[in-house]
């Protein structure tokens, strides 16, 4: 039986003690699940990620991550939830002095990985998102989709067990953004990733028909239901073979709770 990976009981959600952004959210999402994140601007979907990544703690109500109650958490036992998940927010949060490189390099480091398997990822998972050429880069050099791209990378390096994404495919075209949501779909099959994708994009979900939670008047309904996406004929993918590149990185992770 899989397990609840994410589970919120009657949570609330405010800012500055306000109304309600989110009130009396309860849902359980297992382990390795996939879910588009959608509604309307402001209805609380950045909100709710948030929440899931402890980053804003709920006004009432509990929640739980990995079994574990958040509320009854030091800030150490956090941190050590977070290395757990990754986050790719809207507005990139790259770090302008260091080049794409070490930007993705970043997590890998504070993980004690070595310099020469460093490398060997980066390089990998740059040629991945379709940046390689750009590792000596600064990120004020390249367009907004370049960086979602890099931010993209720097999540996705780390084999996280849950992902949250925040519209990563809003500033990108149509084959870059089925090369992210390939990526995406793969990271789910291979490493059973917990994946929620917030996104506004209709096409993207109805070319990519994972269940959707929709937050609407401050509360989150679900619907739809996970279909055999190995089976689907009807999307083109123009991008490298996913499971060469990720059946190397899969290898290197292997290590990854002894770095």
């Given at each position: 039986?899989?397990?609840?990976t994410i589970s919120f009981a009657n949570?609330?959600?405010?800012?500055?003690?306000?109304?309600?952004?989110?009130?009396?959210?309860?849902?359980?999402?297992?382990?390795?699940?996939?879910?588009?994140?959608?509604?309307?601007?402001?209805?609380?979907?950045?909100?709710?990620?948030?929440?899931?990544?402890?980053?804003?703690?709920?006004?009432?109500?509990?929640?739980?991550?990995?079994?574990?109650?958040?509320?009854?958490?030091?800030?150490?036992?956090?941190?050590?939830?977070?290395?757990?998940?990754?986050?790719?927010?809207?507005?990139?949060?790259?770090?302008?002095?260091?080049?794409?490189?070490?930007?993705?390099?970043?997590?890998?480091?504070?993980?004690?990985?070595?310099?020469?398997?460093?490398?060997?990822?980066?390089?990998?998972?740059?040629?991945?998102?379709?940046?390689?050429?750009?590792?000596?880069?600064?990120?004020?050099?390249?367009?907004?989709?370049?960086?979602?791209?890099?931010?993209?990378?720097?999540?996705?390096?780390?084999?996280?067990?849950?992902?949250?994404?925040?519209?990563?495919?809003?500033?990108?075209?149509?084959?870059?953004?089925?090369?992210?949501?390939?990526?995406?779909?793969?990271?789910?099959?291979?490493?059973?990733?917990?994946?929620?994708?917030?996104?506004?994009?209709?096409?993207?979900?109805?070319?990519?028909?994972?269940?959707?939670?929709?937050?609407?008047?401050?509360?989150?309904?679900?619907?739809?239901?996970?279909?055999?996406?190995?089976?689907?004929?009807?999307?083109?993918?123009?991008?490298?073979?996913?499971?060469?590149?990720?059946?190397?990185?899969?290898?290197?992770?292997?290590?990854?709770?002894?770095?």
């Amino acid at each position: 039986m899989t397990e609840t990976t994410i589970s919120f009981a009657n949570v609330s959600a405010n800012y500055d003690n306000k109304h309600d952004v989110l009130s009396d959210v309860s849902f359980n999402i297992s382990g390795g699940a996939f879910y588009f994140l959608t509604g309307a601007s402001g209805a609380g979907k950045t909100t709710l990620l948030r929440l899931i990544y402890q980053l804003h703690k709920p006004a009432s109500g509990t929640i739980k991550l990995f079994g574990r109650d958040c509320g009854e958490l030091s800030r150490d036992d956090i941190s050590a939830l977070r290395q757990k998940m990754a986050i790719v927010f809207q507005e990139y949060s790259l770090i302008s002095h260091m080049t794409v490189f070490d930007n993705i390099a970043l997590p890998l480091r504070v993980r004690g990985f070595s310099n020469d398997k460093i490398k060997k990822l980066v390089t990998k998972t740059l040629e991945w998102v379709g940046l390689g050429k750009y590792a000596n880069a600064y990120p004020m050099e390249l367009s907004g989709g370049q960086q979602q791209r890099v931010s993209v990378a720097r999540a996705i390096i780390i084999q996280p067990s849950i992902l949250l994404a925040d519209e990563p495919t809003g500033n990108l075209d149509d084959e870059n953004a089925s090369r992210l949501m390939e990526l995406f779909i793969q990271m789910n099959k291979m490493f059973g990733t917990t994946v929620i994708l917030a996104t506004h994009n209709k096409k993207l979900m109805e070319t990519y028909k994972f269940p959707v939670i929709m937050v609407d008047n401050h509360h989150v309904a679900f619907s739809g239901i996970n279909s055999d996406l190995s089976n689907d004929k009807t999307r083109k993918w123009k991008g490298p073979q996913p499971q060469n590149v990720f059946s190397e990185i899969s290898k290197q992770f292997e290590v990854i709770g002894k770095a």
